[in-house]
Structures are given as structure tokens and as C-alpha cells.
């Protein structure tokens, strides 16, 4: 295994961990920025999060490694939902499966081919190929009846890059040995220290454990709570480490009014500063069954009154609700089951 931190600036959960573990008292020593644009509602922020699976700027040398030979699906891998609450002292984040079965409405214009589209079914992470990032907050939007007040884009690229700048990688921990032999990872039970490559293999993994898409989003959440914590260890002293590891994240502009900046994720890391993993909250969005629909495929259905339920929480900016006493899902590995943020820390 091969742990390197770069020098050089450059997906998805380690946005989420950012967001929060940047928030130290060590910012305050920071010099004076331009004044960010970072909105604070009344009843919270919600900020979408998603991973692209692209390939640019991945050498050869680490497709092969890391398993990324394959086609690139042009979508939002990962799709996380990320609610700071008004009084900055929760986060309550929720994954959106990629393969969430929704229906775009007619009139939007697909940005590969220019023609528009007549009302048809999709899965919400093809949203992001069809229209672009406005597109995607939008179906978020509509299907969640939450406001999207910012966005971030993560790609491989600069998942690998962030983690690597951080000296010894991220823990990650495993119950059972984990062996994945699409994505190449393969872990013995406990605690290792992983780098760019083998993190993105293991977020990634949907077949280690037989748990698909719905292990690979708790995968993802305790990622990020580990990585929260040592991006706090590694980076509180210093805010312009802090400053470059926020830029990592950022990447280049995406041409989105309501993208984040870098200066937001830091005006974001002075508001949470005093967080820690006690007071975040992880689940993913009450699912019902798998359902195949023309034009959209084998996609995954939600159990919608089990689903506002959740949203109605967040837009009353409140806690998640506890899981049910009895299963509400068809699928046994996708029963909501939310997670507090220091159960996922790894000794």
C-alpha cells in the first residue's frame, strides 16, 4: 500500500468530511478574505453533495492499479444530501442512491445531444448528464421538496489527491474480511490506514460484502467521519494547509451560481467549528424495493410516506427520525437505519 501526500492541489464523501472538519478555532488566524456568499436560512443549509465518475487527470498507471479501467458511467456516482442546521450544532447528512428511480418532466434540454426531452422515467443520478449540475439540484429538489442553496462536484481526481495530502492516509475499519474483486479492495478485519487509491476502492466497493449500493453509502458515511477526525488532527494548526485542502475539494469552477467557493467552505468551517462526531447523523433515504421501469432500467424504488417523513424532518430543520420498529423496506440491506456520527469512528 502506497500512502503519499502530494503538493499538488486536487469525490464524494471526503466533500462531506470537509464541510465539517474544517471548522477549527486555528481559522480565526487566517487572513482577511473577501466576504463569501454563503447564505445562513432560517431553517438550515442544504448543500448536495456528489462524486462524478470521470476519469480525467487518472494516469494509466493508477487505472490499473486502483481498478478505474472501465467505462465511465458520465453520472453522479454519489449523491449525498447535507444539512447544516441553523444553529450550526448539527449535520445531518443523507445518501441518495444512484440507481433512485424518479420521472423528469418535459421541456428540459439534453446538454449531450441539444434536443429536448419529452416526460419520461430515470434513474436521479442520470439528471447530472442529461442537464448539468442546475439540473441535478433540481430534481433534488423536486423530489425531496427541500431547497438546494449550494452544490459541490467531486471527481476521482481529486478525492485521490485530497486524501493523499493527508499524512498517513485515513483509517477505515472492517468487522469481517472485505474483499471486493471489481474494485480491487481487498481488507482484513480491524483497522487500516488507507491512501487515494485504495480510499477510492473502497468507497467505490458495492460487492464486499453483500450489502450493494446500500453498504457502499455506509462505506461511504464512515469514511467521512474518519476522515473528519484527521483532518482535524493533521491540518487544526495550520489555516493555510486548511485553506489548500478546502481548494482540493473545491476544484475548478463548474459554471453554477450556487456552487460552493472556496471561501465558502472556509466561512463553512468558521460556522462548525465546534462540531464534533457525536453531533452529526448519517442515514440513507427510506427505500421500499427494486422495480424495473422502461426507460430507466433496474432501479430502486422509495418508500415515499417513509421518505417524507425524513424530509419533512430536515425542512423543519430537526434531527432525522429514528428507525422504525419494523421493517419498512423490501430489501433487507436498505432498511433506514440512521447512524450517529460516533458510531462510525474506527478505534
Known amino acids: 500500500m502506497s500512502i503519499r501526500k502530494l503538493t499538488r492541489p486536487r469525490r464524494l464523501v471526503l466533500a462531506t468530511a470537509a464541510l465539517v472538519a474544517l471548522g477549527s478555532g486555528a481559522l480565526a488566524a487566517a487572513p482577511a ?6 447564505p445562513s436560512p432560517d431553517r438550515g443549509l442544504n448543500i448536495l453533495v456528489v462524486g462524478l465518475d ?83 439540484m433540481e430534481m433534488v429538489e423536486k423530489t425531496t421538496r427541500l431547497p438546494v442553496h449550494r452544490y459541490l462536484e467531486i471527481d476521482f481526481r481529486r478525492f485521490m489527491d485530497a486524501v493523499d495530502r493527508l499524512d498517513g492516509g485515513v483509517p477505515i475499519c472492517a468487522k469481517e474480511p472485505l474483499k471486493d474483486t471489481v474494485t480491487g479492495i481487498e481488507l482484513a478485519p480491524g483497522t487500516t490506514n488507507v491512501g487515494g487509491g485504495e480510499a477510492l476502492q473502497y468507497v467505490r466497493s458495492r460487492r464486499a460484502d453483500g450489502q450493494m449500493d446500500f453498504g457502499r453509502i455506509r462505506k461511504q458515511q464512515q469514511f467521512v467521519v474518519n476522515t473528519l477526525r484527521k483532518v482535524r488532527s493533521d491540518l487544526l494548526g495550520s489555516p ?18 450556487r456552487a460552493l467557493s472556496t471561501l465558502d467552505l472556509m466561512l463553512l468551517a468558521v460556522r462548525l467549528r465546534n462540531l464534533t462526531p457525536d453531533r452529526m447523523e448519517f442515514a440513507t433515504v427510506p427505500v421500499l424495493r427494486f422495480e424495473t421501469v422502461q426507460g430507466a432500467g433496474s432501479s430502486v424504488a422509495w418508500n415515499v410516506a417513509h421518505a417524507e417523513e425524513v424530509f419533512a424532518r430536515l425542512r423543519a430543520d430537526e434531527p432525522l427520525p429514528p428507525a422504525r420498529p419494523t421493517p419498512s423496506s423490501e430489501i433487507p440491506q436498505a432498511e433506514y437505519r440512521p447512524a450517529g456520527g460516533a458510531s462510525l469512528v474506527c478505534a
Do not use: I, Q
Open 240 to 257: 493555510v494547509e486548511l485553506m489548500t485542502f478546502a481548494s482540493v475539494l473545491r476544484g475548478p469552477a463548474v459554471g453554477e451560481r
Open 33 to 38: 478574505l473577501p466576504s463569501p456568499s454563503l
Open 54 to 136: 470521470t476519469r480525467k487527470g487518472v494516469t494509466a498507471r493508477e487505472k490499473e492499479a486502483y481498478r478505474l479501467g472501465g467505462k465511465e458511467c458520465g453520472c453522479t456516482d454519489v449523491m449525498m444530501l447535507v444539512h447544516v442546521s441553523a444553529d450550526h450544532g448539527r449535520v445531518s447528512v443523507l445518501g441518495l442512491p444512484r440507481d433512485s428511480l424518479t420521472r423528469f418532466p418535459a421541456g428540459h434540454r439534453d446538454r449531450r445531444t441539444g434536443a429536448p426531452h419529452d416526460a419520461h422515467a430515470a434513474k436521479l443520478n442520470s439528471a447530472w448528464a442529461e442537464g448539468g449540475p442546475s439540473y441535478a
